[in-house]
């Protein structure tokens, strides 16, 4: 019973504080509690690693690849809120890597990303983030190609370090924050033209 009402009210945080309680959990002997982290934040790293262009088979490969190293160095993230940040950052080195011994170096992705995938809340709450990450991921798609590059990488990273996705993305490191600021600011009169005529 306290293991459903912790994770009711957790529905209510972000996804950040989610999946550092599941992974706190899980560490301290809840079994069960990788499961949230997995539904949780799988969705995400699709996100991430769809951007570099790889096959659906491989991109499954560095998913994989990231949960496995995190069960073999768990001990390593001293924070558990910080334990979102280290998967995306895994995941995008290891795509990072497999992209480069693909010779597939551009980052462009010509699908809109998938919508995140349904966690265990009600399917009302269900609905409505599919809607609503539906709707910002079609407004992303909308965009120049240069930001919809630089959106796929950096949306779900709270740090994202600046020197990879230059080395990513092919851009200045100088440019990428003043870009994202624009490339923001695009997104969000996009939505609330969508907004306006709906």
Known sequence: MTTEKSRESAADDGPWVRSGEAFARWRGGDRGAIDDLV????????????AYRLE???CEDVIQFTWLTLVRKADSVENPRAVAS?????????AWRVASRNRREDVTDDEVL?????????AESEALEADESHRLWAAVARLNERCQRLLRVIAFDDKPD?????????????SIGPTRRRCLEKL???????EATS
């Open 39 to 50: 539904r949780e934040m799988t969705p995400v790293l699709w996100h991430v690693v769809r």
């Open 56 to 58: 659906e088979d491989v």
């Open 86 to 94: 280290w998967l995306i950052i895994t995941a995008r080195r290891q």
């Open 114 to 122: 998938a919508p995140i995938l349904p966690s265990s809340r009600a």
């Open 162 to 174: 600046y020197k990879h996705i230059s080395d990513d993305l092919g851009m200045p490191v100088g």
């Open 188 to 194: 969000k009169s996009v939505i609330s033209g969508e």
